[in-house]
């Protein structure tokens, strides 16, 4: 037995008290989001229609290191933050490595995951700035039920767009989100224009993140006094989610801990960009080393098989450009049950480093990930989400090459959440009707062709 | 704002090394198990055939106060422990009380409840013994679960049968089981001679706790290798649920916080009876006093309307009989959600202590405790369970007495476990479908009319 407790946990006193803006620390900056009609850079006030002002202030800053974490937010952070920071002993008896192995375990909150961090952030500053209510889109649900549980804490109105295959499939999590107090509108709806443009050209969709924020958006800028928010994908949100990051860093500094290997899932990109924003900004500056993994669903590649352009964050084609890897916003991922990972395109800011040659990414399919979940569940007790089984996947994965090669590699993974409104994906996986849908070359050839033309 | 941290985390070096038998500081033990067909004192011997042999050891000693902690299931605690005390500042600023509220809250695990603490220990007991797998009923789920888990991490086989009633409204929590390897039987069911003579008698039942005893019992009991488990009631799961009670103490101890009043929900007692453990014993000894609340539902109302006598401690009346505070075994509780609580009896020691005047017990109704519990959740971020939402209830109703006397009371509850597989629950009583069954004096009458006749 050494030294190094099963969980670490930070005092309060040793949370982060500000952000970590990792941009601040790019040299290739990542593109500025576009005014779909003009082909230019979205200026504050454009942007100011749908996210609220010191939102937009956060979307934009590309140079400020640290952001103050307002004194309300680092409350709500004590209930349920800091996070532990889990050393995996049986999941590494169980392996045989001798790789260590940690993870980040973001899911000790009722919303389920990592959601929060940013929920509670986008919350406070809409209230502060005096609106009525958010909109938002949300596909796994843990993103809505993080909002839902923000908003009720803090007296605003929740109304959220959720993917109609995930509403199907999670019933609860409706549940969830209305003892929160949010209404909450399975996606594409009859509820705005873009949704009925959808239905009517796909009746039969099972819907998707990107159509469901087109809903959201839409709902937003055609009602005072509400704006929208994101869960993912946006600077801001990476922001937020940098304190998954510093928390980790500052548990293993403060056990003389260095991980080798960094490994998250990656949908849009939030929780790892939050991961490993405070060692990436170390790899930038030069001042440490490390091997950053993105770990995506194989029937929704964006970085392993996607292009680096410019394309529209949403199905609806309403929302500002963004520049970043992408199938093709009009490319419809087959349904799989890791909602959270149905979205065509990447963080800007994770596009851009990966794209410098910062990261690498793998895609795995879905049998192999609950196959993993599994595995997992039973040495560490923990039942894992979907999403979250992506990074365990990869982790296995490379502490099995160290058992090979016999490296002591430390390795150090984001658990974003646990897998409990999963159960449906669970029970398939165990009757065996689970199924892998791999997008054909063709597939993502016809969904690239159609990318906004921009002159960069 | 204070120095009290919104979450208490002991260290891993300073959780408790053995656990605590209460039953060593009463005066008055309780009474011994009887023999349903002799009327005498069970031996270890009788009972070796249904429990495995170190847990009939601790069943039967009352005298000693401290029993080690195996390394093997200290080691296994740490997965999930130390538990968080915490402080409820939100709830207390909702309520605008001036008491202090704390909650121990045990539902940071899979299994969503304290439940693990005892299923890691029954299961390892059964491992050492060399025996091939236990079985056991759960009511809730919640202890399937934990059972479920424990026997994955230690290659156990594990049958749990499920009340019928919380089989069909939780259908997922039975795909969790599924996950750590477990066969789940609704119960009634045909798989025993029990449950066959209940079903043929009760035809269109849902089902309790007590008839999926006695189906877990024969099953045990008829299988070469097995052993029944028990999740609640007995004295060994009390003597196990003793951890949450001395972390409670340690982390209060560490602060300089001595609470006033303490409270639980009471189904069989376990986690009432695990929490209260050192304070009780303070008590006793007459080292320090406070107040002590049992929290039942009113809808199966033992201690306030029970009757302190031997009775069955399963519906198909093939256990040994135990002393309690009972409704009585044939009476079959009305659906209840909070499936947990739905226990005729209560725990021998605790009937104990109740009867002795060392504690106060009130009963609640269900859509009260729902009321509760959503008010809770938007303040203090966690969806609780409906079990673990009587307690909530009455630590409300406390800390409202305190804000009309302006008495600066602490409050500590316990906070069993969480409602992400109650959402049937909320959304009936969201849709107002929820009603309050109490039993009228005549059916507690009858019931209790035909408890097994004993000469003490």
Redesign the interface.
Known sequence: MTDI???I?L??SEMPSSWYNLRADMKNKPAPLLNPGTGKPMTAEELGGVFCDELVAQELDDTTPYIEIPEEIR?FY???RPSPLVRA??LEEKLQTPAKIYYKFEG???S?SHKLNSAIAQAYYAKKQGLKGVTTETGAGQWGTALS?AC??LGLDCRVYMVKISYEQK??RR??M????ASVTPSPSMNTEVGRKILAEHPGTTGSLGCAISEAVEDAVTHEGYRYVLGSVLNQVLLHQSVIGLETKAAMDKYGIKPDIIIGCAGGGSNLGGLISPFMGEKLRGEADYRFIAVEPASCPSFTRGTFAYDFCDTGMICPLAKMYTIGSSYIPAPNHAGGLRFHGMSPVLSQLYHDGFMEAVAVKQTDVFEAA?YF???????PAPESSHAILAAINEAKKCKETGEEKTILFGLTG?G??D??A??KF?DGGMTNYIPTDEEIAAAVAKLPKVAE
């Open positions: 407790p099963y969980k946990y005092e309060e409350s004590k209930m349920y002993y049986c000790n909150n009722t389920g549980m009720a804490y019933p609860f549940e969830v209305r003892t929160y107090g599994e569940a039973r040495c560490e007790g923990i039942l646990t409990y409104f159960m449906v669970y029970e165990h």
